[in-house]
């Protein structure tokens, strides 16, 4: 170990080496390396985390540079993972990083977790975080909570037990996931650069004081801090009693298999040329489902607006069209309607999505 670039740490009274050394023998998985991950990899780097794991399957894009401080205007379109992986070890060369540029999922998850201490989940999607938090609760896996939306952010740890055993998880506070659609993410309710480097700033933190065994990690307490007024408040967490957790690694492939089986059949993904001769050929019936006042504003001869938050009366109504083409700002309130035109009519009708949404093929629907 080299004291010199660790002497801030080792000088702080009830740190010293033997903290250190705590840290130095550990190791943490990061789920995700956006806006959260960033700051939350940088920070572990530099405090000495023995090993660090990253997890995303994502590539670099120019809306990530405000809050994704890892990466420049020369890393577009490479890894995430490979990026960020190349500038801790710069940090920081004494300590090993872990590159996963894969995507959690059934088949992968345990054997991926099981190898760490500590998992930091930095996604920004409920299907996300409701499969980390199960596969962790399963192993009694310590799980860092990071979350952040518009100008505020929230932070927990989970199955961690306090000084009465009592550990809780992400279920505690949200037992039952939002319906699709329901609650948008960064992509769709937008960001300010800074928050998540606060809030993953404090998670990088909560990890340190946790693995060093110093002052109060949030165990059993959820923090929220709002930016516009610099405010915070915490929570106390207790065990809920509506939700079930998979007992057992079979019982939990079962319960996302079938579900991510239903998702798969719900709708298919297509691209600007598909989606124009899908109107073309079967005279589709093309949703926009963003908000009235979003931009830009689409030819209403052409397109249906039905924003999301009057999509379910919407429902009501039969759709006489045997294909429907829906569409949004980044692709992702789209697939959350087309689960629900699924749900009402299975196969009798053809449901696409418009990938990667307006954003993505800006440039065709600005010349309109």
Known sequence: MDHERYSRQLVLKGFGTIAQNKLINSSILVVGAGGLGCPILQYLTAAGIGTIGIVDDDTISLSNLHRQILFTTEDLDQ???????ERLRL???????????????TNNIFSII????????????????????????????????????????????????????IATNYRDIFPIPPAPGEIQNCAENGILGVLPGIIGTMAAAEAIKLIAGVGQPLINTLLHYNLLNQTQYT????????????????????????????????????????????????????????????????????????PMTEFNAFMQNNIE?????????????????????????????????LKGGIAKWRNHFLKR
């Open 321 to 353: 069209a045997e294909s429907i083409i829906l569409l949004c700002q980044h692709g992702i309130r789209s697939v959350a309607a087309a689960e629900l035109l699924q749900e009402k009519y299975g196969d009798k009708k053809k449901i696409y999505s």
């Open 235 to 306: 929570l106390n967490i207790s065990v809920g009693n509506d939700y079930v957790l998979p007992k057992s690694k079979a019982d939990f492939i079962l319960m996302e298999d079938n579900q991510s089986h239903f998702i798969a059949l719900a709708y298919e993904e297509i691209d600007l040329t598909q989606m124009l001769l899908l109107r073309e050929q079967d005279l589709a019936l093309l949703i926009d489902v963003r908000e009235k006042h979003e931009f830009p504003i689409l030819d209403q001869d052409v397109f249906l607006q039905v």
């Open 114 to 165: 099981e190898h760490y201490d500590i998992v930091i989940d930095g996604t920004d999607n409920f299907d996300s975080r409701y499969l980390i938090n199960d596969a962790c609760a399963l192993l009694q896996k310590p799980l860092i909570f990071a979350a952040v939306s518009g100008f505020e952010g929230q932070l927990a740890i989970f199955n961690v037990k306090d000084k009465q055993g």
């Open 79 to 85: 890894p995430k993972v490979k990026v960020a992986a």
């Open 91 to 105: 940090m920081n060369p004494e300590i090993s990083i872990a590159e996963h540029p894969l995507r959690l999922d």
